[in-house]
């Protein structure tokens, strides 16, 4: 594959990473990207919980919506591998029409 954004357009050998040790990981980061079309995007970025508290005051939420906190860090981990394999399985041609 060409880099061509670099000069003289080196050439990237590609390699089959399947049974690798990061296969896994690479699987996961691709359904993440692939289902990230389906999530709305929010632009917010706080400093720190004081601000969150600040930036909520005063708005008042239905009662059917929720506030949650999500650990960005570790949010894959408590998703299987299979159970995220078989979902993007099932999916794949819904995916495919939305990308």
């Not at 990230?36 to 601000?51: A, C, D, E, P």
């Not at 930036?55 to 929720?66: A, C, Q, S």
């Not at 078989?86 to 939305?98: G, P, T, V």
Request: with cysteine.
């Amino acid at each position: 594959m060409p880099k061509i954004h670099k000069p003289n357009c080196p050439f990237r050998i590609i390699v089959s990473s399947i049974s690798s040790p990061l296969y896994s990981l690479a699987l996961v980061i691709f359904i993440s990207f692939i289902s990230s079309y389906h999530v709305r995007k929010l632009i917010i970025t706080l400093k720190n919980s004081f601000q969150l508290v600040k930036n909520l005051k005063g708005i008042r939420m239905d009662n059917n919506f929720k506030l949650i906190s999500l650990d960005v860090v570790s949010l894959f981990s408590n998703i299987p591998l299979d159970v995220a394999i078989n979902c993007a399985n099932e999916n794949w041609n819904f995916i495919l029409q939305k990308m």
